[in-house]
Nanobody, 122 residues
């Protein structure tokens, strides 16, 4: 079994920072592609960032230069450092894991966390 648990969300003013964490329960899944997605009210879930086991990373254009995905494989933990936050970043953020090759498609990710709310005020 694989379980993912996100934490670190909250309320922050525009321009502020938050760091999200995702703890993965299974060490056997440590080599998986890990991704972050978000879903804003009234909108579809969208890709944010992803990282391979060897820390090859890729991002949605709107967060490049502001967000950084990283992982600590020894601790089975993935992070999303979010800086210079904007109100448009407000969403529920989900951690996800995939056995597929590097992908931005939510349907390619087999395991999902429960989500953590990020709210950015202006």
């Amino acid at each position: 079994q694989v379980q993912l648990v996100e934490s670190g969300g909250g309320l922050v003013q525009a321009g502020g920072s938050l760091r999200l964490s995702c703890a993965v329960s299974s060490r056997t899944f440590g080599g998986a592609l890990m991704g972050w997605f978000r879903q804003a009210p009234g909108k579809e879930r969208e890709f944010v960032a992803a990282s391979t086991w060897t820390s090859i990373t890729f991002y949605q254009d709107s967060v490049k230069g502001r967000f950084t995905i990283s992982r600590d494989n020894a601790k089975n933990t993935v992070f999303l450092q979010m800086n210079y936050l904007k109100p448009e970043d407000t969403a529920i953020y989900y951690c996800a894991a995939s056995t597929r090759a590097a992908t931005r498609r939510s349907t390619d990710y087999q395991y999902w966390g429960q989500g953590t709310q990020v709210t950015v005020s202006s």
